[in-house]
């Protein structure tokens, strides 16, 4: 599989570890177990999907343009708990000790990055796997050769156009409309308050995007949903909120990545000289030898 290309969505793999494995120290007694556990789940996908070109994409840590149209943009979330922060800083050293790129983009998030690398990957020719869980990414996936999948490392899922109908109601080319209709409430994305996603689903299977729904509002009270027919108000009321949650929902594909072509910047070839001094480090030598054997 050399024409796959890896793409790993860094801090939400260390956010999922954070909250799912026990809690272990380095031997300076410092916590390292979800930085620890996202390693070794790279050692079991460098193993079992065989590629030889990855990248993890990792969120900036300060705004990004979100929040330039937004001010409130996340900003219900709560602090980064003490022993987290120190592993989200840990972890680029982490993974390109074993022999992953690392990609950080200030002004942009993971997820941008990521539709970049795809955008790109696909015009080198990679059919790309995203590595994450993040429904935003489900507006990237397609089967259109090169295809571009996501995998759900936790249930081991594929998630191609099928998988996101089935999950939203919409193919992925509608999922940026389809997120505007319901917001995102992760995200402090508002969208139209009154839109559920049973009706937004309804609206994107009769329309192909926004600017038809709202261009042929007379149409909607006959659709088959419940409250059609208050359908038109509540989004002409809403309809400055949707278009600014389709402005933040929509991931940017030209985010300015430290390399021109992915090809040799992103080959693995086992891991780094650095590798067995930055893991005696955290505690745990042998994440070097599993990712050796892959190396294999």
Known sequence: MADDLVILDGHAMLHKAYHAV???????????????????????????????HLVMALDPGGPTFRHALFADY??????????????LARLPAAVEALGIRTVCVPGF???????????QGREEGFACWMVGVDKDLFQLVTDHDPPVRLFVLKTREVID???????????????VDYYALVGDSSDNVRGAATV???????????????????????????????????????????????????????????????????????????????AGAVFAALGDPSVVEQARWAAR
């Open 161 to 175: 156009e099928a998988a996101v109908i089935e999950r939203i109601g919409v193919p992925p080319s509608r999922a």
């Open 22 to 52: 026990p809690k272990r120290e380095d031997p300076d007694g410092t916590e390292v177990g979800a930085v620890l556990a996202v390693c070794g789940q790279l050692t079991w996908l460098l193993r079992k999907m065989r590629s030889r």
């Open 109 to 119: 998030e993971a997820d941008d990055c990521i539709a970049t690398l795809v955008r």
């Open 196 to 274: 559920g996603p049973k009706a937004a689903a309804t609206l994107l299977q009769h329309f192909p995007d926004l600017e038809a729904i709202f261009a042929d509002l007379h149409a909607i009270p006959s659709l088959d949903t419940r409250g059609a027919g208050r359908l038109p108000l509540r989004l002409l009321k809403a309809r400055a909120d949707i278009e600014l949650a389709r402005r933040l929902v929509r991931l940017r594909d030209d985010v300015p990545l430290p390399f021109a072509s992915l090809r040799e910047p992103l080959a693995w070839t086992g891991p780094s000289a650095e």
């Open 74 to 87: 996340k900003a219900h979330r709560g602090a980064t708990p003490d022993d987290l922060g120190p592993q």
